[in-house]
């Protein structure tokens, strides 16, 4: 899922320090689950604001509404009532859902409440790790499932470095060295010989391949 975090609320305010009335939009996908985005976050935000603006004698109305995904077209539609009378949108979402709302409400300022960090899983309650660097070519199938792009501080594809020790990492001995856990795992499995087969040189030009990526499901494409 996408991982995200809330920018300071000095900074939001900023932002929209010449509103009058602003609309805070969550969304109840990724930035849900990492406490970022979701209606409790919204709603504590907006009374935060509320809070802030009134100290500085210039009271701020708030309006708020959670989207189930605000990276879905059709799911922010329903905002376009609540939009019409309101001098800005605060979007509590990834960096993809305020571009989202920007498009659809071209005469509204549209401003980010969230920092987008990574793409990640939860490790534990409230703790979530970087898993996916999003390269386009995913070589899982030939480490174990263990991602050496982003896992491996140096982004290493052929094997540990020097720095390695101990099966830790040389940036810290609470980073696991992700070739240890590559090859524990391959050894494991019985399958060490994949890592001696010769690789052809990675793909990276479909990591960014001249512009922004786009997917296509031909199956399910109408008209």
Same mark, same amino acid.
């Given at each position: ?12 305010? $900023?932002?929209?320090?010449? !509103? ?15 406490? %970022?985005?979701? $209606?409790? *976050? ?18 701020? $109305? ?11 077209? +059709? ?12 001098? %800005?949108?605060?979007?509590?979402? =990834? ?25 990640? &899983? ?6 979530? +790790? *970087? ?12 480490? &174990? ?23 830790? =990492? *040389? ?25 001696? $087969? ?12 001249? &512009?922004?990526?786009? !997917?296509?499901? +031909? ?5």
């Amino acid at each position: 899922m996408i991982v995200a975090q809330q920018k300071n609320i000095k900074d939001i305010a $900023e932002m929209v320090a010449d !509103a009058q009335k602003v609309l805070l939009a969550g969304c109840a996908g990724c930035v849900t689950v990492c406490l %970022a985005g979701g $209606e409790k *976050e919204t709603e504590v935000l907006a009374a935060a604001l509320r809070i802030m603006r009134k100290l500085q004698g210039n009271p701020l $109305e708030t309006v708020t509404y959670v989207a189930t995904r605000q990276c879905d077209p +059709e799911y922010i539609e329903a905002m376009d009532g609540l939009v019409k009378d309101v001098d %800005a949108v605060i979007s509590l979402a =990834c960096g993809v859902g305020v571009q989202y709302l920007a498009e659809r409400f071209k005469d509204k300022w549209v401003v980010p409440a969230l920092d987008t960090k990574f793409v990640g &899983g939860a490790v534990k309650h409230g703790v979530w +790790e *970087e898993r996916c660097g999003l390269c386009g070519d995913c070589v899982l199938h030939r480490t &174990g499932g263990i991602c050496p792009i982003i896992r491996c501080s140096k982004s290493i594809l052929n094997g540990p470095c020097g720095g390695s020790q101990n099966g830790k =990492c *040389e940036i810290s001995k609470d980073v696991d060295c992700a070739w240890q856990l590559i090859y524990d795992r391959m050894k494991a499995l019985g399958k060490l010989d994949k890592l001696m $087969e010769i690789q052809m040189p990675k793909d990276w030009s479909k990591a960014r391949d001249g &512009g922004p990526r786009r !997917a296509i499901r +031909e199956d399910v494409i109408i008209g």
